[in-house]
């Protein structure tokens, strides 16, 4: 199991293949935002211009499948169907969710990281 952010899961993607190749049964969950987090919590705040640290839409779960993962795009609930039938198997390919979530108010915990820095 893998639990990375969409900004470390494109600088990485080249691990989706050794993953596949290797044979081994991973789940990646790929919380996407658009956008580099820290980055976002690190200079937003303090007026800088964001727009090198944020990027259009991305087909993660496409990308993914392209490597031979079984690729999910979740937006909701309703999407999970996919994740379950792969849970319940035959698991013959690792599983990549492309989680989309929102950026409105990003996260707490790395606003938490970055106060006073």
Excluded: C, N
């Excluded at 198997?89 to 106060?115: C, H, M, V, Y």
């Amino acid at each position: 199991m893998a639990a990375l952010g969409d900004g470390g899961a494109l600088m990485g993607v080249s691990e989706l293949e050794t993953v596949v190749r290797l044979g081994m049964g991973m789940v990646v969950v790929v919380y996407d935002d658009e956008a580099y987090g820290a980055e976002v919590h690190h200079f937003g705040p303090d007026g800088d211009p964001l727009g090198t640290v944020r990027f259009p839409p991305a087909d993660i779960g496409g990308i993914a499948r392209g490597f031979g993962f079984e690729g999910v795009t979740v937006r909701g609930v309703a999407d999970l169907g996919a994740v379950r039938d792969w849970v319940a198997g035959p698991r013959r390919r690792p599983l990549l969710i492309d989680a989309k979530i929102t950026s409105d108010r990003g996260s707490w915990w790395l606003q938490e990281a970055f106060r006073g820095h």
